[in-house]
């Protein structure tokens, strides 16, 4: 498995701010599509962002449109996940994934993902 760590999460209240990073190694990073997906407590893993190769494309969940931003940096190998206007509802463990030029929001789609990191908004 090509290797994809997160950070970034901790706690945070309504209303703030957070930025999460993953970093991947091994694979031509702009060659693949990265996504963002979280698991609240006691439900199933949901999609929440993704960005294409070149980062020209992006697309993004109706339940975070216009308060989250997905970039990458091709240079450094990173995608981000910016997060504003937070939510107790965002609470989640949020995963980044890895794709093979498939521009899609479909977990199968998905060939590698990284071990999560846990965000937690209080109110």
């Known amino acids: 498995q090509v290797p994809l760590v997160e950070s970034g999460g901790g706690p945070v209240q309504a209303g703030g701010s957070l930025r999460l990073s993953c970093a991947a190694s091994?694979?031509?990073?702009?060659?693949?599509?990265m996504g963002w997906f979280r698991q609240p407590p006691g439900k199933e893993r949901e999609f929440v962002s993704l960005?294409?190769?070149?980062?020209?494309?992006?697309y993004a969940a109706d339940s975070v449109k216009g308060r989250f931003t997905i970039s990458r940096d091709n240079a450094k190998n990173t995608v981000y996940l910016q997060m504003n206007s937070l939510k107790p509802e965002d609470t989640a463990v949020y995963y980044c994934?890895?794709?093979?030029?498939?521009?899609?929001?479909?977990?199968?789609?998905?060939?590698?993902w990284g071990q999560g990191t846990q965000v937690t908004v209080s109110s």
């Open positions: 994934a890895a794709a093979r030029g498939v521009f899609s929001d479909q977990i199968r789609q998905y060939d590698y």
């Open positions: 091994g694979l031509t990073f702009s060659n693949y599509v």
């Open positions: 960005i294409s190769g070149s980062g020209v494309a992006t």
